[in-house]
């Protein structure tokens, strides 16, 4: 069983910077791809970007170039570097930890989320 605690969010102005952080705790084979997706009101979950456990990183279109994912493999824990926000950003962030049981079998873990709210 993995535990996944997002922490990092709060309120911004428009062009302002937030940093998330993501630590995944808990027993596994292994913790392979991490990832960021977002929920912002009345609108499906969407991703955000994932990094791959050797540090390839995929981002969306809407983020690329504002947005930084990162992980530390020895902390087990991702990061999303959010530069240039703008009120459109707005939304629920969560945490995405893809795992590898005791067992051998692939297991997504989600977060809770953390509310990244970019207004004036």
């Known amino acids: 069983q993995v535990q996944v605690v997002e922490s990092g969010g709060g309120l911004v102005q428009p062009g302002g910077s937030l940093r998330l952080s993501c630590k995944a705790s808990?027993?596994?084979?292994?913790?392979?791809?991490m990832g960021w997706y977002r929920q912002a009101p009345g609108k499906q979950r969407e991703l955000v970007a994932t990094i791959t456990s050797d540090g390839t990183t995929h981002y969306a279109e809407s983020v690329k170039g504002h947005f930084t994912i990162s992980r530390d493999n020895a902390k087990y824990t991702v990061y999303l570097q959010m530069n240039g926000l703008k009120p459109d950003d707005t939304a629920v962030y969560y945490c995405?930890?893809?795992?590898?049981?005791?067992?051998?079998?692939?297991?997504?873990?989600w977060g809770k989320g953390t509310l990244v709210t970019v207004s004036s």
């Open positions: 808990g027993v596994a084979r292994s913790i392979n791809d």
């Open positions: 995405n930890i893809g795992a590898t049981t005791l067992r051998g079998e692939p297991i997504d873990y």
